[in-house]
Nanobody, 114 residues
Framework: QVQLVESGGGLVQAGGSLRLSCAAS????????MGWYRQAPGKQREFVAV???????NYADSVKGRFTISRDNAKNAVYLQMNNLEPEDTAVYYC????????WGQGTQVTVSS
């Protein structure tokens, strides 16, 4: 069973940057899209960013201009560069890969201090 391994979370001060990585444990055939979601304490999981197989990207309004999603098809990996972080960005971040199924990562904690 394919697993997604996330890394790059941590504690950072407001205005700082972090880069999240998510890689599949094995090769995945026909990835349609790869994305990031987040869940803050007491809130529902929400969409952050997505990148399609063709490279088209889409972002939540709250992160536009600050976050950048990218992918490495050869590595079955997706990345999220997060700049100018705000305390409101504090959450557990999850990656998701969409093939014929949806595969979720285990989550990585991002904490932004004010």
């Amino acid at each position: 069973q394919v697993q997604l391994v996330e890394s790059g979370g941590g504690l950072v001060q407001a205005g700082g940057s972090l880069r999240l990585s998510c890689a599949a444990s094995e090769s995945i055939f026909r990835i349609n899209a790869m994305g990031w979601y987040r869940q803050a304490p007491g809130k529902q999981r929400e969409f952050v960013a997505v990148i399609t197989s063709g490279g088209t990207t889409n972002y939540a309004d709250s992160v536009k201009g600050r976050f950048t999603i990218s992918r490495d098809n050869a590595k079955n990996a997706v990345y999220l560069q997060m700049n100018n972080l705000e305390p409101e960005d504090t959450a557990v971040y999850y990656c998701k890969i969409i093939t014929t199924l949806e595969i979720w990562g285990q989550g990585t904690q991002v904490t932004v201090s004010s």
